[in-house]
């Protein structure tokens, strides 16, 4: 993965922002911070951080956590844009995308290699998300857009679990692993 080039797309999203606050570290201070160093208090940084950190774990060969932050970060982007519908598209949505094919298309090819095993990381990260304060975009003011962003995670969970053979079948067709 090539952290270096997403950076950039990083940045632009995090000028935008309608929660940001002045006190957040610098993107080039982000890049340089540990896993360890970016998880303390992730619960209250942008969704970017969480992407950042997916990214840092995959290249540390520690995929199954990146899988983990991977989608922790994907669930509350996508609920920090379904609440801020007025966030400039060219610049927030556009690094979503951006951000989730550079650093989900490897996490996510070695995600569903074992389907079983994405199936229990997703609903994990959908109880961490539960359980866990968002000091980034408010649960409460914006519970619509939580629970329609958490139920579009619960239904790939139950596509998955439905889909499975098929899915199987496609990576293999593809020659790509089925861990199983």
Same mark, same amino acid.
């Not at 540990?34 to 950042?52: A, C």
């Not at 610049?91 to 079983?116: E, H, R, Y």
């Not at 596509?159 to 199983?180: F, T, V």
């Given at each position: 993965?090539?952290?270096?080039?997403? *950076?950039?797309?990083?940045?632009?999203?995090? =000028?935008?922002?309608?929660?940001?606050? %002045? $006190?957040? !570290?610098?993107? +080039?201070?982000?890049?340089?911070?540990?896993?360890?160093?970016?998880?303390?208090?992730?619960?209250?940084?942008?969704?970017?951080?969480?992407?950042?950190?997916?990214?840092?774990?995959?290249?540390?060969?520690?995929?199954?956590?990146? *899988?983990?932050?991977?989608?922790?970060?994907? =669930?509350?982007?996508?609920?920090?844009? %379904? $609440?801020? !519908?007025?966030? +400039?598209?060219?610049?927030?949505?556009?690094?979503?995308?951006?951000?989730?094919?550079?650093?989900?298309?490897?996490?996510?090819?070695?995600?569903?290699?074992?389907?079983?095993?994405?199936?229990?990381?997703?609903?994990?990260?959908?109880?961490?998300?539960?359980?866990?304060?968002?000091?980034?975009?408010?649960?409460?003011?914006? $519970?619509?857009?939580?629970?329609?962003?958490?139920?579009?995670?619960?239904?790939?969970?139950?596509?998955?679990?439905?889909?499975?053979?098929?899915?199987?079948?496609?990576?293999s067709s593809a020659g790509l692993e089925n861990r199983k």
């Amino acid at each position: 993965m090539r952290l270096l080039t997403i *950076v950039g797309f990083a940045a632009l999203m995090l =000028l935008s922002t309608a929660s940001a606050a %002045a $006190a957040d !570290p610098t993107m +080039d201070e982000l890049t340089k911070q540990t896993p360890e160093q970016l998880m303390k208090g992730i619960e209250n940084q942008h969704p970017v951080v969480y992407y950042l950190l997916a990214g840092k774990l995959y290249d540390a060969d520690k995929k199954d956590e990146a *899988v983990f932050w991977f989608y922790a970060g994907q =669930l509350r982007f996508r609920f920090m844009l %379904a $609440a801020h !519908p007025e966030l +400039d598209p060219t610049k927030d949505q556009a690094v979503f995308a951006s951000m989730t094919q550079q650093i989900g298309t490897p996490i996510n090819i070695w995600a569903f290699g074992d389907l079983l095993g994405l199936e229990t990381t997703l609903l994990a990260v959908l109880d961490w998300d539960d359980k866990t304060p968002n000091g980034f975009t408010s649960k409460k003011e914006f $519970a619509t857009q939580w629970t329609e962003t958490r139920d579009g995670m619960k239904s790939m969970v139950t596509y998955i679990g439905q889909n499975a053979e098929k899915i199987r079948a496609q990576r293999s067709s593809a020659g790509l692993e089925n861990r199983k």
